[in-house]
């Protein structure tokens, strides 16, 4: 047993904070702070400044332009850049679909579609749900019928993340339907330029635009968008959902609402003490900072026998289910320590300049709100207790 | 024993949720609730007619009710449509008036609104550290701070104002148009105020108001906790019907044995919080109504919060949209924790005795 980093590691995380201390712009950091939601220019712009570093693609290996780290690198990237306020990778291109080309594309997809990611050129989003398929993803119907040398895509997907800034999405699609629901489904990407696309916002409970439906009527794909053989899609989007599960327990984003809410409570003057005084609160804290401490570990033990095995297993859903759990109750935590300043609308108290706490927490009660979509996506923390019912438990 | 509510409670109860189904509907609910003024006025009016404020107050003071149960039966009603007005207000100024003696006509029948403005920032809930301060001015009075989300600030004509008189808690009258009111709308809906006081007019009305304060308190609590099983008892409701026909993997989602016992888990919590409901309103006009209060807050505070989670994880994605009514029932009920005490609060109002 040894708990402390290595050398590399330390000098690593050194070189990653004296990156972010002294190029991560202070506008981007702040937007990140207020907790709201990003603009795509500062996603672009931050995506650009990770390139230049040859920082961005944190899961790809060093021949496709990526950096070849290590899962505890990858660890180690998150924490530090959750401690800068720098954004979160937009995951759609980078951690998703680029992995899947790496493994099932064919050269040329791996040529042209690669690098047009790292340049931040090509913006994805992920077609997979459907209003009909969510955890059963299986039964999804929006059909892609061979028509010569294309394929005609009509039906429709929902909960699209980031669609409205997207180029391009890949979409899991039913090729076959004379056989196992699984054994019909296919991966395919598609140019959202293309004629017969609309694509319409969908409110989030706090009131943000995040996602999206994509209606798709007689949409011409060419052939060679297959990615992967006909009817592989299955297999494909399996390998996904196994292969990046580094940053699944969010780790990195716990320690940074764990250090929000101790700083607020222990700047917030309550009944006349501070909030942090309040033995009431400061237990829920410390309830929660214990669960982090060992969600660390978990967490490391779980990407060290991941790094051993080649790939990670199924135990791996334990990190989702437990990393969400401690993330949406900090978030519980920041919206409490408010008391009745957590109120007001976001961004409907313009008259007179009035604040109610520190600027950075305007969207606490938001944030609560629209993080309980943490444990519904991705596979729901049910559906991963299924997983690890039947694979762990053997059940 | 008797849990049949009487008579004249069920009818109240009954045109209360008739009147919003029929006129309050959750398209119009939105609109109202997150568009500036957060409040229909004709609405307003309409309720006031059916007789809905006049339920607050006892024959004496010009009204028909006055009991918590009177209370407890409008607000569930009001909990369960979601409605934005502002009731509370309206409540807890109607139990200061009985205090002060004064007439209470224009409000009861709502052609004045009041707005109770007692938290600040630095003492969102209870009384014991109000900095809010008064002085003698002429041979009136002038208050000066800060009162933060004063729920139906927003629209009131008249705010009671709780603020320190010679190192006592006294109670003010303040016209809207003395102060300086910076309206908003609020998270989950409904509207409130940022009452800034400086060297503001102010008409003094009781000198010793902290046991008419703690009384307005309690019955705005026993109001948000009914408020609260109203809106629980309708989430559950959308729930229990999503459950049955959502289908997943060939079945109805409702068939998973982990969502039947998660479901049955949140049945027990409604149970548990009518009947808390029930005795809060029992004991509201009593001697011990702050610390029954205190314990249906927490208890409440609790209940609300499983009841949202619970309810928006098992619909699935669909109850994190603004278009379907389960995301705004779980804003509801998670912000009414924010309002006069927490979950802690009360709890810490319960060990103290
Ligand atoms: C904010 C947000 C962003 C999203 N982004 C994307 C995206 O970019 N791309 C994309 O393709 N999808 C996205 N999704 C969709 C997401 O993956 C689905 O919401 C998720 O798979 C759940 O599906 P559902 O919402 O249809 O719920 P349902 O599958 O209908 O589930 C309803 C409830 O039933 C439970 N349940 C279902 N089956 C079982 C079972 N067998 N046993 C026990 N319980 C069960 C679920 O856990 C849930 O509690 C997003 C969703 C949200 C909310």
């Known amino acids: 047993m040894e708990l402390t980093f290595s050398p590399e590691e330390d000098a690593f995380r050194a070189e990653l904070r004296s990156f972010l201390s002294d190029d991560l712009p202070a506008h981007i950091s702040d937007a990140v702070r207020a907790g709201g939601e990003l603009s795509k220019d500062i996603m672009v712009e931050w995506h650009a400044l990770l390139a230049g570093k040859g920082w961005l693609a944190t899961t790809w290996p060093k021949e496709f332009g990526g950096t070849g780290w290590t899962p505890v690198q990858r660890q180690i990237f998150e924490e530090e850049t959750c401690r800068f306020y720098a954004p979160r990778i937009v995951p759609f291109g980078l951690s998703m679909l680029g992995p899947v080309l790496q493994t099932f594309g064919t050269k040329e997809q791996q040529d042209t579609i690669l690098p047009r990611i790292l340049s931040g050129e090509d913006w994805w989003c992920q077609g997979y749900s459907e209003p009909g398929a969510g955890s059963d993803l299986a039964s999804l119907k929006t059909r892609a019928v061979r028509d010569g040398d294309d394929y005609i895509i009509n039906g429709q997907k929902t909960w699209t993340t980031l669609g409205q800034h997207a180029d391009k999405i890949f979409c899991l699609v039913r090729t076959d339907v004379d056989c196992k629901p699984q054994a019909g489904i296919s991966f395919i990407l598609v140019d959202l330029d293309t004629p017969g696309i609309e694509m319409r916002p969908i409110r989030l409970i706090e009131g943000g635009h995040e996602v999206n439906e994509v209606f798709f009527t007689d949409v011409r794909v060419p052939a060679t968008e297959l990615v992967g053989k006909e009817n592989q899609g299955w297999t494909i989007a399996k390998f996904l959902l196994s292969h990046e599960r580094t940053g699944i327990a969010g780790v990195g984003f716990s320690m940074q609402a764990l250090e929000e809410v101790k700083t607020l409570a222990r700047n917030t003057r309550r009944g006349g003490g501070m909030l942090i005084d309040d033995p009431l609160f400061a237990a829920r804290i410390a309830q929660v900072e214990i669960d982090l401490e060992a969600m660390k570990i978990t967490n490391l033990r779980m990407l060290f026998q991941a790094q051993k095995q080649g790939a990670p297993g199924p135990e791996t859903s334990i990190l989702k289910i437990k990393g969400s759990i401690i993330y949406q109750e900090l978030n519980d935590l920041a919206r409490r320590a408010l008391g009745s300043s957590a109120a007001p609308f976001p961004g409907h108290v313009t008259e007179g300049n009035i604040l109610f706490g520190p600027p950075d927490t305007a969207n606490s009660a938001a944030k609560y709100f629209n993080n309980r979509k943490i444990s519904i996506f991705g596979g729901s923390n049910e559906i991963q207790r299924n997983i690890l019912t039947k694979t762990m438990l053997e059940l | ?353």
Request: aromatic share 8%.
């Open chain 2, 1 to 353: 024993m008797d849990f049949d509510l009487t008579e004249d409670r069920r009818m109240l109860s009954d045109t209360l949720t008739r009147y919003l189904a029929e006129q309050y509907g959750f398209e119009h609910r939105n609109s109202v609730a997150y568009t500036a003024p957060y409040h229909d006025a004709e609405k307003w009016t309409e309720m006031a007619d059916l007789g809905i404020l006049a339920a607050f107050a006892p024959e004496d003071a010009g009204g028909f009710g006055g009991t918590g149960f009177d209370v407890s039966v409008v607000f569930e009603a009001l909990g369960r449509a979601l409605c934005p007005e502002p009731m509370l207000a309206a409540l807890m100024a109607s139990r200061l008036m009985m205090a002060t003696g004064a007439d209470q006509e224009t409000l009861l029948d709502g052609s004045r609104k009041y707005a109770v403005a007692i938290g600040e920032i630095e003492c969102p809930y209870g009384l014991d550290y109000l900095a809010t301060s008064a002085s003698a001015h002429g041979d009136g009075h002038v208050l000066s701070g800060r009162k933060t989300a004063v729920y139906g600030g927003q629209t009131a004509d008249v705010f009671l104002v709780a603020a320190m008189l010679n190192g006592s808690l006294a109670l003010f009258e303040v016209a809207a148009n003395d102060a300086e009111i910076v309206g908003y709308g609020m998270m989950d809906g409904g509207g409130a105020a940022e009452v800034l006081l400086d060297g503001t007019r102010a008409k003094l009305l009781l000198a010793d108001a902290r046991d008419a304060l703690q009384d307005a308190l309690n019955a705005g609590v026993l109001a948000l906790c009914a408020e609260s099983l109203g809106a629980m008892v309708y989430s559950y409701e959308m729930l229990l019907e999503y459950l049955k026909t959502r289908k997943q993997f060939g079945v109805n989602i409702g068939r998973f044995q982990v969502l039947q016992h998660r479901a049955v888990d949140m049945l027990t919590e409604i149970e548990q919080a009518r009947s808390i409901v029930i005795k809060a309103a029992a004991e509201l006009n009593g001697p011990k109504a702050t610390r029954y209060c205190a314990m249906a807050k927490n208890l409440i505070g609790r209940a609300g919060r499983l009841i949202s989670e619970e309810s928006i994880q098992m619909h699935g994605g669909i109850a994190m949209t603004w278009e379907y009514p389960a995301s705004h029932y779980g804003k509801r009920l998670v912000m009414i924790d924010h309002q006069l005490g927490d979950t802690d609060f009360h709890l810490a109002a319960v060990m103290a005795g």
